[in-house]
């Protein structure tokens, strides 16, 4: 016989494990998001114990840091971070003349791919710490001219300058 307070108890423990279900899947950055510049980016790229790695993907700048045994120092997806490799990511390629966010001349094809890696895999897995500064891409993959880093979640213009 099932008690009321059984009833209860089983109830709060099935809205809770639906509730975390319901849970965004990747964790917001815990620091302001800032602009990144090029430098500044080669700079997070795996050669440092103990530094964070970043990548960038269509001028996103993502902590990969928590993947470092596929992105750290002679990982298999080293040659992506530091900078935006977002053709590279498109093309699914590890050449070094795909290393650069030019997405000129990509197919329909490869730009469905790399929507669907940059949504399905980066953006729900790894937190976004900041842009690139010099290539914010519009889903044409040219630059937006109307970006506004202070529109975008995270973003503390004080903070950065």
Known sequence: MVTPVQLFITFVLLVLSLADDNKLKHKPASKPVRLFTDEDLKRHDGSEDGHPIYMAIKGVVFDVTKGKEF???????????????????????????????????????????????????????????????IRILNQDGSPNEDFKPEDQPHFNIRDEF
């Open 71 to 133: 992105y750290g120092k002679d990982g298999p997806y080293n040659a992506l971070v530091g900078k935006d490799c977002t053709r590279a990511v498109a093309k699914m390629s590890l050449e070094p003349a795909d290393l650069t966010s030019d997405t000129t001349g990509l197919t329909e094809e490869q730009l469905q791919s790399l929507e669907s890696v940059f949504e399905g895999t980066y953006k729900t897995k790894y937190p976004i710490v900041g842009y690139t500064a």
